[in-house]
């Protein structure tokens, strides 16, 4: 079964510097990638995912994140933090499951912003 | 905005009562889907349906059930609620069964004591 790794349950980083967080993801063949943001008491927003392709992919808000095949990883980075990007962040693996595409959330890391 | 909209917003619930949580999206999408999140475990599926009249269980379903009598609702009753429901649950949705990409709802947080 396939499952998702965030290994930082909480970072603190200063407004304006660079940010990366880590997602290690376990499955037998390419998945599909997600990342996805919860600000305080607001649902889950989308804000990139990864297909195939070009392993870098760019998402809203400044975002972005590399595949790397041969880490298992997902890391989402953002040169320069603001303090409203200060919230909870969650890596997801998608992959087909019956009927459907099931998504497997990681723990999530939570940002705080610090001015 | 089109979107998916979740009520109630929060809820205070004595054990043992029914309780109804509402879903309904405007994107015509086919799938919709129940997550709960709790603390430390992130988000878990409870239920969900590919299509108008059809359903599914998904990781943590006992306790809880669905229905989908329509494309844009898809409600979620606790039946006779337990201390252990507390928690966040986000209704969510996708194009089609097909489709991995899921949108999520704000949310409605539930407490019941």
């Known amino acids: 079964a396939q499952s998702v790794t965030q290994p930082d349950i909480h970072i603190t980083v200063s407004e304006g510097a660079s940010l990366e967080l880590r997602c290690n993801y376990s499955y037998g063949a390419t998945p599909y990638l997600f990342w996805y943001v919860q600000s305080p008491g607001q649902g889950l927003q989308l804000l990139l995912k990864?297909?195939?392709?070009?392993?870098l992919v760019q998402g809203i808000k400044g975002f972005e994140a590399e595949f790397k095949r041969s880490q298992s990883s997902f890391n989402l980075r953002k040169p320069s933090v603001h303090w409203s990007d200060a919230a909870e962040y969650f890596c997801?693996?998608?992959?087909?499951?019956?009927?459907?595409?099931?998504?497997?959330f990681g723990k999530g890391t939570l940002l705080t912003v610090n001015p | 905005i089109a979107g998916i909209t979740q009520a109630p917003t929060s809820q205070i619930l004595a054990a043992g009562r029914r309780m109804t949580l509402r879903c309904t999206q405007d994107m015509r999408h086919n799938a919709m889907y129940w997550y709960r999140q709790d603390l430390g475990l992130g988000l878990r599926l409870i239920h969900y349906?590919?299509?108008?009249?059809?359903?599914g269980k998904g990781e943590v379903p006992d306790g809880y059930s669905v229905s989908r009598a329509n494309t844009d609702d898809f409600p979620l009753t606790l039946a006779s609620a337990v201390p252990s429901q507390t928690s966040v649950y986000f209704c969510?949705?996708?194009?089609?069964?097909?489709?991995?990409?899921?949108?999520f709802g704000p949310g409605t947080r539930l407490l019941v004591l």
């Open positions: 990864y297909f195939s392709g070009d392993t």
């Open positions: 349906s590919n299509t108008a009249g059809t359903t």
């Open positions: 969510a949705s996708s194009a089609d069964s097909g489709s991995v990409t899921q949108y």
């Open positions: 997801a693996v998608g992959v087909r499951g019956g009927s459907n595409y099931k998504l497997t």
